[in-house]
């Protein structure tokens, strides 16, 4: 298994990024997938979660009405689009699945002026 995430970076502060994520070696169209982030001393917190059936998504109260999670199964990938970022959303990001709870080792984004 395999989750490769990227789209990371440095952006100034109202900016966007869009992080991509990479699966394979499951059957990725049957699971759901989420996005975690950890920022410089504390605990990992999940941002967005994207269900396999129906597209149902959901999302921290930190987020809500700036990123959006999506899939596309045909290409195996989870998407997130962050925009309006915050100095607040600086941290690694995380692609994570329900399959077995297998990580990606995460990107880096940083938002500064």
């Known amino acids: 298994v395999q989750l490769v995430e990227s789209g990371g970076g440095l952006v100034q502060p109202g900016g966007s990024l869009r992080l991509s994520c990479a699966a394979s070696?499951?059957?990725?169209?049957?699971?759901?997938m989420s996005w975690y982030r950890q920022a410089p001393g504390k605990e990992r917190e999940l941002v967005a979660r994207?269900?396999?059936?129906?597209?149902?998504?959901r999302y921290a109260d930190s987020v809500k009405g700036r990123f959006t999670i999506s899939r596309d199964n045909a290409k195996n990938t989870v998407y997130l689009q962050m925009n309006s970022l915050k100095p607040e959303d600086t941290g690694v990001y995380y692609c994570?699945?329900?399959?077995?709870?297998?990580w990606g080792q995460g990107t880096q984004v940083t938002v500064s002026s």
């Open positions: 994570n699945t329900a399959f077995r709870g297998y």
């Open positions: 070696g499951f059957t990725f169209s049957t699971y759901d």
């Open positions: 994207i269900t396999s059936v129906g597209g149902i998504r």
